[in-house]
């Protein structure tokens, strides 16, 4: 990198120092953001970097001026962090950039107003990229990655500044999301209990007062939550809150909500059209719906066998595989209706060894024994209506609704 001379690198960091004095005096919110945006690599921050390497001495120019000094404290861990980061010490960065956003946050507890609240979410925002990145230095270097764990802490003191009845309370839903993020990278997802409480139930809050770009992520993590939970009816009215006010322009956004929100519908008995996954770019879930439809056993556990690794990392893997009830209820019920083609009085007389030829058919060997087992959770479940006649292995369904549909609730546990 080509640093400047001495006088352009003293104009870079003092004009710097203005703009931040000026945004702070003016309330100007939108440039005070954009002084802490590491992440953008803005070339004006970068140039900024390049000047305090060089120039060696910038706490000097802070404590000369009044008007900069009473600032210092927010700015000389802040000019600290911005000099290791340009340089790819990103611990170091870490350490500075965590002085410089607790200097920041006493500070923001002194303003009355919240007009400083997007700056707060740039910090926030900012703390947790740079403790992801400074982790897997830590990682390369053998050591071990904390630093995530770290940002966690500090954006939980954070939302407890928030979490007030003044009018900087709507930040803590920005706050929270972060937190999520956090939690769900660490594999930590316990810890959003307490938070999701705080949310929830606090009398202080007011969950349509917070904006709408805050409200589809918290319902986007939370829905994934129920998803783990296996509360599918939870998930759906979440992902479902999510998607509905999702900027339609935000197709990645649009897919990430989608990649649960189909597995939920599904457990629910609610297929996608084909034109839907193929829009978002979902075809991994194109078999398994296929599936679904045909009653086809093999086509389902060839679909999960496929991405195996994409569901496992989605989460939604063990979701998926309990849709084999609803294969095996389908496979029951085609079978069904060739038998009620052929012969309607004994239609709802199935023999067992009927349901194994079709097995068969696919692929699929299992005995007597086994096809009974399946039919006797198909019943207790209640996606089978009917009962056995075990001396003459028959199933015989009920001739009123014999598979009873979801309609949107899921399978009886």
């Known amino acids: 990198m080509a640093y400047?001379?001495?006088?352009?690198?003293?104009?870079?960091?003092?004009?710097?120092?203005?703009?931040?004095?000026?945004?702070?005096?003016?309330?100007?919110?939108?440039?005070?953001?954009?002084?802490?945006?590491?992440?953008?690599?803005?070339?004006?921050?970068?140039?900024?970097?390049?000047?305090?390497?060089?120039?060696?001495?910038?706490?000097?120019?802070?404590?000369?001026?009044?008007?900069?000094?009473?600032?210092?404290?927010?700015?000389?861990?802040?000019?600290?962090?911005?000099?290791?980061?340009?340089?790819?010490?990103?611990?170091e960065a870490y350490h500075a950039f965590e002085k410089f956003a607790n200097a920041f946050i006493q500070e923001f507890r002194n303003w009355e107003s919240a007009w400083a609240l997007e700056a707060l979410y740039a910090i926030a925002y900012e703390i947790r990229v740079l403790a992801e990145r400074a982790d897997r230095e830590l990682s390369s270097n053998g050591k071990s990655p904390e630093k995530l764990k770290g940002a966690g802490s500090f954006l939980m003191k954070v939302f407890g500044v928030l979490?007030?009845?003044?009018?900087?309370?709507?930040?803590?839903?920005?706050?929270?999301?972060?937190?999520?993020?956090?939690?769900f990278k660490l594999g930590t997802v316990h810890l959003c209990r307490s938070v999701i409480r705080s949310i929830e139930t606090a009398r202080i809050f007011d969950f349509e007062e917070f904006p709408r770009r805050d409200k589809?992520?918290?319902?986007?993590?939370?829905?994934?939550?129920?998803?783990?939970?296996?509360?599918?009816?939870?998930?759906?009215?979440?992902?479902?809150?999510?998607l509905t006010h999702c900027n339609p322009l935000r197709e990645a956004n649009i897919r990430m909500i989608l990649k649960y929100l189909i597995p939920v519908k599904l457990s629910l008995g609610i297929l996608p059209k084909t034109c839907l996954l193929e829009k978002y770019n979902l075809l991994e879930y194109n078999d398994v719906v296929k599936a679904?439809?045909?009653?086809?056993?093999?086509?389902?556990?060839?679909?999960?066998?496929?991405?195996?690794?994409?569901?496992l990392r989605s989460g939604v893997y063990l979701v998926l595989e309990k849709l084999e009830l609803q294969v095996y209820q389908r496979?029951?019920?085609?079978?069904?209706?060739?038998?009620?083609?052929?012969?309607?009085?004994?239609?709802?007389?199935?023999?067992?060894e009927v349901i194994v030829k079709a097995l068969k058919w696919l692929e699929m060997d299992m005995d007597l024994d086994e096809v009974e087992c399946i039919m006797t959770i198909l019943i207790y479940k209640n996606l089978v209506k009917g009962y056995f006649a075990h001396k003459s292995k028959v199933v015989v369904l009920s001739k009123q609704d014999p598979?009873?549909?979801?309609?949107?609730?899921?399978?009886n546990s």
């Not at 679904?292 to 569901?311: I, S």
């Open 4 to 91: 400047p001379s001495m006088g352009e690198a003293h104009r870079r960091i003092t004009d710097y120092l203005n703009k931040f004095c000026d945004a702070v005096s003016y309330q100007d919110v939108a440039s005070l953001a954009q002084l802490f945006s590491f992440s953008s690599n803005s070339p004006s921050l970068l140039s900024l970097a390049d000047a305090l390497n060089f120039f060696q001495d910038a706490n000097r120019l802070i404590k000369q001026s009044d008007k900069f000094s009473q600032f210092g404290e927010i700015l000389a861990p802040l000019f600290r962090s911005l000099q290791s980061y340009r340089l790819g010490n990103l611990v």
């Open 163 to 183: 979490a007030g009845k003044g009018p900087k309370r709507v930040g803590a839903l920005y706050v929270t999301c972060q937190l999520f993020k956090i939690y």
């Open 216 to 242: 589809v992520t918290y319902m986007y993590y939370t829905g994934r939550l129920e998803v783990f939970n296996e509360n599918f009816p939870a998930a759906d009215h979440k992902l479902s809150y999510a």
């Open 292 to 311: 679904l439809k045909r009653g086809d056993l093999r086509l389902l556990r060839h679909a999960l066998q496929e991405h195996e690794d994409q569901f």
């Open 331 to 352: 496979l029951v019920k085609k079978i069904y209706f060739i038998q009620k083609q052929k012969d309607p009085s004994k239609a709802h007389q199935l023999k067992l």
């Open 403 to 411: 598979f009873p549909k979801l309609n949107g609730k899921p399978v």
